[in-house]
């Protein structure tokens, strides 16, 4: 308690030089207890630089990702119940699957820092360089009455807003989402999402997976991606604190999965259409093999994108079902 409150503090503070007085005064410890702290996080792995003239300062960034980190201080009430962190397995979707029978496993979050055999949409590649991404897949166990208001579509629609709201709230950055849920700044793919059902034995569970470019340089990516995906880091173009956004995921989803629980779907509807840049545009979408050509009219929490076709009628596009026809 007293690490994450020196953490947050100089967090919020980062990169400027502040006295143990300064720290005292705004965290209510007191000095013994601030240099406790600052000893615990620095033999954790975050930077904090020491002067006896100027104070502490936090220059940010845990190198590697681990359990104990993102767990600290971590105020959710369901997702990130548990957390795990593989350096490196073959994709942290299989894993959730593992637990998924698991009925204490609701909630439970794995990160990687590299898989061998990451899985992207409709059966893509999700490829990584070790210790540049967030690599997340998050298990939801639904019991029968969560069944009724939870479903694919709706999870697909929350995971897109709560990457886009963790993003944005740490780094400022002015992101947009394309449906039905890649993370975009300036028309380049920042993270993706996906969302997969499996059955277990006592109810229906999901695993939403995220992936989220971090650290990347011009370098990491791959050529047939290179001019189609960007990082947080070239954008705000400095080292960033994985730490510092796996745990505002983990909120995010947190609070916006249990307004959808409690029926505050409008909510995240309005959210995901000011994130939005779709509707009114007109689009070919291809479900099941058809094409359908129209203008996009709205998005609906269970059902997915709406269509006015050109050729008269409404329809709905799941993502499971549907994508974006390629030019
Ligand atoms: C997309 O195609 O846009 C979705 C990509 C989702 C990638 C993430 S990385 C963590 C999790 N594990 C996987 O194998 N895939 C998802």
Excluded at 75 to 102: E, H
Excluded at 119 to 127: E, P, T
Excluded at 236 to 254: G, P, T, Y
Aim: aromatic share 6%; proline share 2%; net charge negative.
């Amino acid at each position: 308690m007293m690490t994450s409150k020196v953490l947050d503090y100089l967090r919020e503070r980062a990169d400027k030089w502040i006295t143990i007085e300064a720290i005292a005064c705004g965290t209510g410890l007191v000095s013994g207890d601030i240099i406790n702290a600052i000893d615990k996080l620095s033999q954790q792995g975050y930077m904090i630089d020491n002067s006896p003239s100027y104070g502490f300062r936090f220059s940010g960034v845990a190198g590697a990702l681990n359990a104990d980190l993102i767990e600290q201080g971590l105020l959710t009430k369901r997702v990130g119940s548990g957390v795990i962190v593989f350096d490196n397995t073959d994709s942290t979707n299989n894993i959730a699957k593992y637990y998924a029978d698991d009925p204490d496993a609701d909630g439970l979050a794995i990160f990687a820092e590299h898989q061998n055999a990451g899985k992207g949409r409709q059966d893509r590649n999700w490829c990584d360089i070790h210790g540049k991404s967030i690599l997340c897949s998050i298990l939801l166990r639904l019991p029968p009455d969560q069944q009724q208001v939870i479903n694919g579509q709706s999870l697909s629609l929350l995971a897109g807003v709560a990457v886009a709201d963790a993003v944005r709230f740490c780094f400022d950055i002015d992101v947009r989402i394309k449906w039905p849920n890649d993370v975009m700044v300036n028309g380049k793919k920042l993270a993706g999402v996906m969302v997969q059902s499996v059955s277990c034995d006592d109810c229906l569970a999901y695993i939403i997976g995220i992936g989220i470019n971090c650290q990347q340089g011009d370098d990491d990516f791959d050529d047939e991606v290179r001019d189609i995906a960007v990082s947080i880091r070239q954008l705000i173009k400095k080292n960033i604190d994985r730490v510092n956004l796996a745990q505002e995921l983990l909120c995010s989803l947190d609070i916006w999965l249990g307004d959808i629980v409690d029926g505050r779907t409008e909510k995240l509807h309005n959210r995901w259409l000011s994130y939005c840049d779709d509707i009114n545009r007109r689009m070919t979408l291809v479900c099941d093999g058809h094409e359908f050509t129209g203008r996009i009219i709205d998005v609906s929490v269970s059902d997915g994108l709406i269509m006015q076709l050109d050729t008269g009628g409404v329809k709905a596009f799941n993502p499971d079902h549907s994508s974006v026809k390629k030019d």
